[in-house]
Structure formats: C-alpha cells, structure tokens
C-alpha cells in the first residue's frame, strides 16, 4: 500500500476512535513529517520501511528540524501507533521488527519552574500591555494566573467555558486527556479574579459573552497553540535561558509551590490528575519536605556530642 494513502487510513481509524482534535492534529503532524521523509527517500510503499528508514527520520528530526528528546520521543510514539495499525490491518509484517533496538531518548529529568522574579516580571509586562490592547493584555494575565492556581493543562485551558465554572463552590470543570471531565477546587483569590474578568468581559463584549472563558477579540475560543503563542511573545520579550518559558512550566511552578507548602502526594496526584502516581512523585521527591523533616529528627548526629 502507498505510504499516502495508509497514513489517510490510519487518521481516518483514529478520528472514527473519537481521538480528542489535539491527539489527532499531533498525529497528522507527525506523519506529515514522516510522509515527506519517505517521498525524500523514495519510500513509497509500506512495506519498504524498515529500521533504517525509522533511525533516518528520527536522525532527521534531531538534527534538521531541531526537534528536542521529548518531540523526538513524540513522534517515535506515533510512528509505532501507525505501522501497529498497519500490522492489525495485514498491510504490513511484523517481521520485519522496523523498531528493533530502537530506543527512546534519554530526556533531561530537571524539571523547570518559574521564580518569584519571574512571575513579577510576566505579571508587570500585561499590566503595561494593557495601555495599548486592553483585552489581549488583561486576559493573558489572568491566563497566566489560572495556570500558576490550578496547574491546569494548556488545552485543559483552551477548552474552558463559563458554564465550567462553579463560583459558587468554588469549582472548574476542566476535560482532560481521553476526554475525562474532572473537577478542580479553585481558591477565593483565583475565584475573584475570574468573576472581575467575566464582569470585564460582558462589558468588552456589550453582554454577548462568549461561551469560553478565553477567547479572540471575535468571540471564538482559543486553541492550544494560541495559548502556546503566548509565551512564545513572552519568550521573545524577557528572553530568559535559564527556565523553558511555556505553560507547562506554570504546571511545573504550580506543584513546585503546593509541595513546599506540605500538600501530600494523593492530593497531589488528584490536582493534577495524573493516572499513575509515578509522575505525581517525582514533585515530591523533588520538593517535599517530609523526608528533611524526618531526617532531621531521626538523624545520628542528633545523639552525637561533637
């Protein structure tokens, strides 16, 4: 079969999976990139990929496009998700083993988070943006703000509707990866400043409020990649080379800051709603305070006259 046409197939299988739109535009992304490095290698047919093909273009990936470990280890995620679709399909033989002792990259595992300077900064450059686009400045603030309080994911972010949050309890509808709708507690300071932005917006809007919380100048909701953009501009501004300027740094902020406050790792585990704890650890294994605190009491030194 044409590598064309089976990577059409595929995302065709994907969406009638009910695949969020996020998954399926990586999906199409990645094998956009795989499609052309086949064309460029005269792989034409599906059967002509083999191992050599897949370190070719992962080689491409690293070295051409600049892609960074994560990205690389992404798009070899993908590509294993298409030649088993094309295996399940009898299109291709599992034979041929095109990923053998083909490994993921090793990732850097510090794991980035903004300081208190920082956060000013971000927080001082909308303040003085709001003298010149009032609404992009005052809600990109309050973006930056919900991400830092709730630890929220950027497309978890983008989606967001009015309807989603429950001022009275104090309570957002967020939905997450495979479409799991889940509740997160906001606190009274985050509650305030998401009622003043409403209020912000019904006058923006003449009372035509949009149904999502962030949106364009036209009403329309964000994408994940708008939201992106933000910090991309913020990027170019402060130019900063010691932390990774985007939204999941926020999320990485935001656990960094409840740890060394003392919250423990279930609770942890369920504000950021991760499905095994192994991730949820790392944050504390980074930050809490409760093995210092029993080591200092436990410790030999203690006992020990010197």
């Known amino acids: 079969m044409i590598v064309k046409f089976a990577v059409k197939d595929f995302l065709e299988d ?44 992962l080689a491409y990936c ?26 399940d399909e009898e299109l291709y033989d599992a034979e041929n083993k095109p990923f053998k002792k083909i490994s993921f990259a ?15 900064q971000m927080l001082r450059y909308f303040e003085k943006e709001a003298r010149n686009k009032p609404y992009h400045a005052y809600r990109n603030r309050t973006i930056v703000i919900t991400f830092l309080s709730t630890g929220i994911r950027r497309g978890e972010l983008a989606n967001l509707k009015w309807t989603d949050i429950d001022f009275g309890n104090s309570m957002i509808i967020v939905r997450g990866k495979r479409r799991r709708d889940d509740g997160v507690p906001i606190t009274y300071k985050l509650r305030e400043e998401l009622l003043n932005f409403r209020k912000y917006c019904c006058d923006f809007f003449d009372g035509e409020l949009s149904d999502y919380v962030f949106c364009s100048t036209d009403r329309k909701g964000l994408n994940p990649e708008s939201v992106g953009s933000i910090f991309k501009r913020l990027k170019k501004r402060f130019g900063w080379e010691n932390v990774r300027l985007s939204a999941h740094t926020l999320r990485h902020t935001y656990a960094s800051h409840v740890v060394k406050s003392g919250m423990d790792s279930i609770s942890l ?14 944050y504390v294994n980074l930050w809490g305070r409760d093995l210092q605190k029993k080591n200092e009491k436990h410790n030999p030194l203690n006992n020990l006259d010197i």
Do not use: W
Request: glycine letters at 2%; aromatic letters at 8%.
């Open 269 to 282: 585990q369920r504000m950021l709603r991760h499905e095994s704890l192994n991730m949820t650890l790392k």
């Open 62 to 87: 690293h070295n051409e496009l600049k892609n960074c470990p994560n990205t690389v280890n992404l798009k070899l995620r993908v590509l294993k998700a298409f030649v088993n679709y094309l295996i």
């Open 106 to 120: 090793k990732v850097d595992s510090r794991i980035e988070v903004f300081n208190a300077d920082h956060l000013r």
């Open 14 to 57: 994907r969406k009638l999976q009910n695949l969020s739109p996020y998954t399926l535009k990586t999906y199409r992304r990645v094998l956009r990139d795989f499609e052309q490095f086949c064309g460029t290698s005269d792989v034409l047919k599906v059967e002509d990929i083999n191992r050599l093909i897949v370190k070719g273009f």
